[in-house]
Each structure stands twice: as structure tokens, then as C-alpha cells.
């Protein structure tokens, strides 16, 4: 299947994701609340309002997107929009922030949401028709029984397949693995010469589908604990552990690639696990290379895949948050969604669009499917270095001792945890 541009650059998606990447905790909606539970009411600005959205953009495809949609909105409502494209989102939300000039409006990453809702920097808000967004991405942004803002768009893992090196290993569309046990025997069989069955980047990024497979997750439900040394955990570890061991799978290093989709694109790989963000890498830099996309294998909990998502923050600071809502709602609507998706590659986060979208852009079903079952980020705060040390630990998982291993991410996660 031929691949198609989207909007990230997969090296700096990868990169983000590793160092942020944590779970999700449930909640049951949105609340207007403070991270201490106490309801507030919106600003609103007195006549014409001027917003100042930030977003962190992938090329001139969205930033002209979103300036367009931001245009029309502020032609509608008679209030003022500008758009920045920050080029160090993070830090300049953090000066920002510290500031007391904040964005009014701005993207927000799934794995930051806890962070700064604890540091009082977000402004909780109702969005329009909100049980219309996946279950899954509103538990990704909800901390402390609060969801903070409203899904903008979100990308899943989806296991990549070299059609050209599958037909010749002799297998078959009826040889797609649909379980851990049946990837397992595909990758060995496609292993051959200088070509590794299946890669993929290490860390909490990929290593942790196989983990959400087998029923685990590095902390429990509502955050508060850390289950690294849990029996499904384990298990999700051991089944990574078991096939580097042997050298059907590989992490990408391993085979002098930087990830899994250029040891894909270069063929050193048969199969990866990406996002749907690889479409663009394959069809700039590797066109010649055809490949399927499949949903990723089911493990002994069912089916299983990672969720990265951002949502649209508003600022406890700005003095328009009525006006941001607005805004916001206006561009969560799922005609506005399919525009951004036919402008830079997103999928939409509402469902009401999914219909549209799998029939524009079926190649994306399998991971359109994994928004029923993904799993997103952790919300808890402070967690960024122990979910470092936890990356830099699986990168030795195929000589590791897992128990000890999960031991240590249990003792720092449980130290910042019980602050």
C-alpha cells in the first residue's frame, strides 16, 4: 500500500513521546475546577476579544490550516485570533507560564496535562458535544477526575508490513498475525541475511503496546501507584525480552537505523511498529518501498496499542476563556476535523467524523481501530524523569533482569508519587 504525506516528522514525534510518555487515568468528563476540586467561572473578555494561540506546527500545511480556521472563526464572532508556531513549544508555554502571560489557547500534550493542571496553569472547560470524542482520549486528558481540555486530533502504533519481503518468505494475507504468538513465528520466518523480522524503537513508546496487550500498565488506574512489577507488566516484558533474545525481533540501533521507520524504509526490517506518522517518512524518503498496515497483534488481554494525542489547553491566566471555548469548539467540529485531516494528516478525534475519515483515507483503518482500545499516557506529574530512567533501562531489555528492573521504576515512581 502506497503511504501518503502527514504531518510529523516521525524522529521528532518518537522523540517527544519517549521522554513524556507515562498512562492515563479515568474520569467522567469535563468540570470547570482548579487542581484542588474548587469550581470557577470563565473569564470573558467585554466586547472583541484578542486571542493569542501558540501551536506547535508541523510544516506550512497546518500552520495555514489552522490560521484559516482560526480566520473564519474570529470573521463569525467578531473577535481577534494570532496564531504563533512556537519553535520550542515547552519552553515557551513554560516562559509563559511563569510569565503570567500565557497563550490563551494553545496545543497541549497528553503526557503534560496532569503536570500543569497540578500547577494551576489550566483552565478546565465543557467542551461542545464532548461524549462525542473517544473514551480513550478523554481519559488521556483527565487528571484528578477532571478533563482538562478537548482532544484535538490522535495518532496510534500499527504494526508496518514489507509486501515485497513478505510474499517472497511465501506468506500470505492469511499469515497476518493477529496474536503475539503468531507474530512471534512470522518474524522468525521473515528473519533472513541482513534483514531482522520485526524492529522497532525502544523505550515505554513501543516496548509498553506489548505490555497493554497482556493487561499491564506501569501504574494503576487512577495514577496513584506504580504496577511495574505486576504479573501482566512482567509479561508484556518477557515476550519483548524472549524475541530480541533470539534476534527475530530487534530494536532499531541494533540495526544502525535511528527508528523504526528508517530501519523499515532501508529494508533492514520486514515489519515495524509505527504510527500512522510514518505515511510521511515512507513516501518522502522511501517511495519505492511498498508496505500494508495492519492492526497490531492481540495479546493475552485482548487487543492492544498506545495512543498519542494532544488536546487544545486554555490558560487559567487568559482573561477570554469564554472566548477560547468558542474558539475551540469551532474547530472540534467534525467537518472542521475532516478539513485539518485533508490539510496535514491528522485523525479526528470525534467519532461523529470516523465514517468520513476511513472512507477518505482507508488505508488508516487499522489505526482509526485502535482509538477503541488505545491506551494514552499517564497523567501524573513529576514523572518525566522516572519514565526517562525506565526508557534507558529497556534499551538492555534482552540481557535484562525484568524484576529487578520493574523494581527500580516502582521504587521512583512510588518516591515522586507519594510527594
Known amino acids: 500500500m502506497k ?17 513524556l510518555a507515562l498512562t492515563a487515568c479515568g474520569g467522567d468528563g469535563f468540570e470547570d475546577q482548579d487542581a484542588g476540586g474548587d469550581a470557577e467561572e470563565a473569564t470573558s473578555a467585554e466586547g472583541e476579544a484578542s486571542l493569542v494561540m501558540l501551536i506547535a506546527s508541523s510544516g506550512e500545511a497546518e500552520t495555514a490550516a489552522v490560521e484559516e480556521a482560526a480566520a473564519e472563526w474570529a470573521e463569525a464572532s467578531g473577535n481577534e485570533v494570532e496564531v504563533r508556531v512556537a519553535a520550542d513549544m515547552n519552553q515557551e508555554l513554560a516562559q509563559g507560564f511563569a510569565g503570567g502571560n500565557p497563550p490563551d489557547i494553545f496545543y497541549l500534550d497528553a503526557a503534560q496535562v496532569a503536570q500543569q493542571a497540578s500547577d494551576g496553569n489550566l483552565h478546565a472547560y465543557e467542551a461542545q458535544d464532548n461524549e462525542d470524542y473517544f473514551p480513550a482520549l478523554q481519559e488521556a486528558f483527565t487528571y484528578e477526575d477532571t478533563q ?27 499469515d497476518i498475525p493477529t496474536t503475539y504468538e503468531e507474530l512471534a513465528e512470522v518474524a522468525e520466518t521473515l528473519t533472513e541475511g541482513d ?28 495514577a496513584t501507584e506504580p504496577t511495574g512489577t505486576s504479573e501482566e507488566v512482567l509479561a508484556g ?14 530494536y532499531a540501533g541494533d540495526v544502525d537505523a535511528g527508528w523504526g521507520g528508517e530501519a523499515f524504509g532501508t529494508e533492514r526490517a520486514a515489519m515495524t ?5 510514518i505515511r510521511g517518512a515512507m513516501s518522502n524518503d522511501y517511495p519505492d518501498v511498498d508496505y500494508t498496515v495492519a492492526e497490531l497483534p492481540e495479546g493475552s488481554a485482548g487487543p492492544g496499542t498506545l495512543l498519542f494525542s494532544q488536546c487544545w489547553g486554555i490558560a487559567a491566566d487568559s482573561e ?32 461523529a467524523a470516523t465514517e468520513d475519515y476511513s472512507s477518505a483515507f482507508p488505508e ?32 538492555g531489555i534482552a540481557t535484562a533482569d525484568l524484576q529487578q528492573m ?13 510527594q
Open 320 to 351: 477570554a476563556q469564554t472566548q477560547a471555548v468558542d474558539l475551540v469548539n469551532h474547530l472540534s467540529t467534525p467537518e472542521q476535523q475532516l478539513e485539518f485531516a485533508e490539510a496535514f494528516g491528522v485523525m479526528p478525534s470525534r467519532q
Open 3 to 19: 503511504n501518503q504525506k502527514n504531518r510529523l516528522a516521525a524522529p521528532f514525534a518518537v522523540g517527544l513521546a519517549s521522554i
Open 273 to 277: 511498529i509505527e504510527g500512522n506518522w
Open 237 to 250: 516484558l518477557e515476550y519483548a525480552k524472549e524475541n530480541l533474545a533470539e534476534g527475530s525481533f530487534a
Open 148 to 174: 482538562w481540555c478537548a482532544p484535538k486530533d490522535f495518532s496510534t502504533l500499527g504494526l508496518q508490513i514489507n509486501t515485497e519481503k513478505w510474499e517472497a518468505a511465501g506468506l500470505t494475507d492469511e
Open 195 to 222: 534483514t531482522t523480522g520485526l524492529v522497532f524503537s525502544p523505550g515505554v513508546d513501543r516496548v509498553g503496546a506489548f505490555v497493554v496487550g497482556n493487561g499491564g500498565w506501569w501504574l494503576n488506574e487512577d
Open 364 to 395: 488508516d483503518a487499522p489505526f482509526i481501530a485502535g482509538g477503541d482500545y488505545g491506551r494514552g499516557p499517564v497523567n501524573a506529574p513529576d514523572m518525566t524523569q522516572v519514565v526517562a530512567d525506565l526508557n534507558s533501562q529497556l534499551e
Open 406 to 418: 520493574m523494581e527500580s521504576f516502582d521504587s521512583n515512581a512510588s518516591a515522586v508519587l507519594e
